[in-house]
């Protein structure tokens, strides 16, 4: 089976391995091996490993699911995009404006 190929930005390939990385720290601090960690998230050891690499081939619900086995960690995917000030900015810049009719003296 061959690997897929992502387009992704240099930042963003740095924010996954970074992702990847504290998730692997995660584990270790609660001195989960793989297979556990592997077999509750109901994935293999090997795409377990491609999790704690920041892969961006990893679907986002197995990063999910490996997250709530290290005991409900998932939960911070809300926070996700959660103040985005641009795109209010954006949005706002787009509102349409109330015109008021003209009184009649």
């Known amino acids: 089976m061959s ?21 692997k720290l995660a584990r270790l601090r609660r001195n989960l ?7 509750r998230a109901g994935i293999s050891r090997g795409t377990l490993w491609s999790v704690e690499k920041g892969a961006p081939t990893v679907a986002i619900g197995t990063y999910a699911a490996v997250l709530h086995v290290l005991g409900g960690l998932d939960k911070e995917f809300t926070l996700i995009a959660k103040d985005d000030e641009f795109g209010r ?8 404006t109330r015109k008021r ?3 009649s003296e």
Not at 3 to 23: C, F, R, W, Y
Not at 89 to 96: A, G, I
């Open 3 to 23: 690997k897929k190929s992502v387009a992704i930005m240099p930042d963003t390939q740095k924010n996954l391995e970074v992702m990847g990385e504290q998730i």
């Open 33 to 39: 091996s793989t297979e556990l960690v592997a077999e």
């Open 89 to 96: 900015r954006l949005q706002d810049l787009n509102l349409p």
């Open 101 to 103: 009719a003209k009184r």
